[in-house]
């Protein structure tokens, strides 16, 4: 049964910091992984996919990396701003068709001024 | 090209009642997937669904939920005989197969039981 686990659960950092976001996964037989965001009380934005023959996506100041034989992937934000503040969850899918994600915990993320 | 679109995004119900979530997927989209997120905890997925088939059901509870995506309309999530347990944020989202299989979410509804 796979397991996902994010590191750490909560974030509080001053705006301008760069930062990483930590994801483990106990399966490494996945077929992808994506970062989304949740604002409270909003639905969930997806912020990067990376195909498990990837090992990392970049869209403006995220970077996300995959190391499926360690089972892991690291979500990095540079120049935090306080927009960035919200839970950022990391989900996994197993199989070679479209199918269901495996959430990770979450990490609350602040951003301060 | 409108998102996935759920309503109604707030319901309150009374225990022994029943409540039906409905999601409309991006326009295009044929696969459609249901996921729950209860109070301090992390969505767990529920069902899948293609156009009038159920492909994966493994998350869902044995009894009374069900759920449909007919060929015309959109997917309903029912669930019958509501309890307080039942209260949660209920998200659909949806993918187009053949592409990056990227899921893309609804804005959730909210379901409170009394």
């Known amino acids: 049964k796979q397991e996902v686990t994010q590191i750490p659960a909560a974030l509080s950092v001053p705006e301008g910091e760069n930062l990483v976001l930590n994801c483990s996964f106990t399966?490494?037989?996945?077929?992808?992984l994506q970062w989304f965001r949740q604002d409270p009380g909003k639905g969930l934005t997806s912020l990067l996919l990376?195909?498990?023959?990837?090992r990392e996506q970049t869209s403006g100041r995220l970077n996300a990396s995959l190391d499926k034989s360690s089972g892991r992937s690291t979500l990095y934000i540079a120049a935090s701003q306080p927009g960035d503040s919200a839970t950022y969850l990391c989900?996994?899918?197993?199989?070679?068709?479209?199918?269901?994600?495996?959430f990770g915990t979450g990490t609350r993320l602040q951003v301060t001024l | 090209n409108a998102g996935v679109m759920q309503n109604p995004r707030h319901l309150v119900r009374r225990r022994g009642q029943e409540a039906r979530l409905r999601c409309s997927p991006m326009?295009?989209?044929?696969?459609v997937y249901w996921y729950r997120q209860l109070p301090e905890e992390g969505l767990k997925f529920m069902v899948y669904?293609?156009?009038?088939?159920?492909?994966?059901e493994s998350g869902m509870p044995k009894e009374r939920f069900s759920a449909e995506f007919p060929k015309e309309g959109p997917s309903i999530l029912r669930i019958q005989q509501v309890v307080r347990g039942d209260s949660a944020a209920y998200f659909c989202?949806?993918?187009?197969?053949?592409?990056?299989?990227?899921?893309?979410f609804g804005p959730g509804t909210r379901l409170l039981v009394l």
């Open positions: 989202a949806s993918s187009l197969l053949g592409r990056q299989e990227t899921q893309y």
């Open positions: 399966d490494s037989a996945i077929y992808n």
């Open positions: 990376i195909q498990s023959s990837q």
């Open positions: 989900a996994v899918s197993r199989t070679g068709t479209a199918s269901k994600l495996t």
């Open positions: 326009k295009g989209h044929s696969h």
């Open positions: 669904l293609q156009k009038e088939n159920i492909i994966d």
